[in-house]
Every structure is written in structure tokens, then in C-alpha cells.
Nanobody, 115 residues
Framework: QVQLVESGGDLVQPGGSLRLSCAAS????????TGWYRQAPGKQREPVGV???????NYADSVKGRFTISRENGKNTMYLQMNSLKSEDTGVYYC?????????WGQGTQVTVSS
């Protein structure tokens, strides 16, 4: 079974930066996509950035230029670097993986942007 473990959520001031991590374990075959989603209070879960099987990363308009998804070489870890954070970035952030054998979510990590 595939497990996704997230970390890095924290309280951060507006304009600050934060890096989220998602570590994957287990056997993963035929990955369709990986990415980050978030859910703000009272809102629907939305994609933040998704990496397709072709290697393209699609970012939500609201985070373009501020957020960057990356992967660590030799390790099944994905990161979400968040810069110039705004209060509207507050929410629970989820790691997601879609594969031929199922879809997986991390437990979610809380990001709060507040002064």
C-alpha cells in the first residue's frame, strides 16, 4: 500500500515563506499525477499544483509565481515551496497521488497565514 506523509505546516506571517514536504512509501506503479491541494475554511478543496505524467506542472492562477513544486533526487519526496504568503493561502494542504492502482491522499497539514 502507498502511504503519503506530510509535514511542514505551520503558522507564518503574511509575506513569509514555508515549505511543505510529502514523503511517499510503498510500491507505486504507473503514476498518473502528483500534486498539492488545499482546502480553505468554508471552501471546496482545490488543486494548488499538479504534476502530470508528462512532467508538466500546472499551478492554480492564485499561486502562480509564488508557489513551486519540486522533488528531491533519489527520494520519494515532493515539496511545495510557498513564498509571499497571503492570508487567503490559509487552509489545510494535502498531498495527492494518482496511479494505476488507486488514488492516495496525505493526512493534510495546516497552514495558517496570519500576523
Amino acid at each position: 500500500q502507498v502511504q503519503l506523509v506530510e509535514s511542514g505546516g505551520d503558522l507564518v506571517q503574511p509575506g513569509g515563506s514555508l515549505r511543505l514536504s510529502c514523503a511517499a512509501s510503498g510500491i507505486i506503479l504507473s503514476i498518473y499525477s502528483t500534486g498539492w491541494y488545499r482546502q480553505a475554511p468554508g471552501k471546496q478543496r482545490e488543486p494548488v499544483g499538479v504534476i502530470t505524467s508528462g512532467g508538466n506542472t500546472n499551478y492554480a492562477d492564485s499561486v502562480k509565481g509564488r508557489f513551486t513544486i519540486s522533488r528531491e533526487n533519489g527520494k520519494n519526496t515532493m515539496y511545495l515551496q510557498m513564498n509571499s504568503l497571503k492570508s487567503e493561502d490559509t487552509g489545510v494542504y494535502y498531498c495527492n497521488l494518482r496511479s494505476s492502482h488507486g488514488g492516495y491522499w496525505g493526512q493534510g497539514t495546516q497552514v495558517t497565514v496570519s500576523s
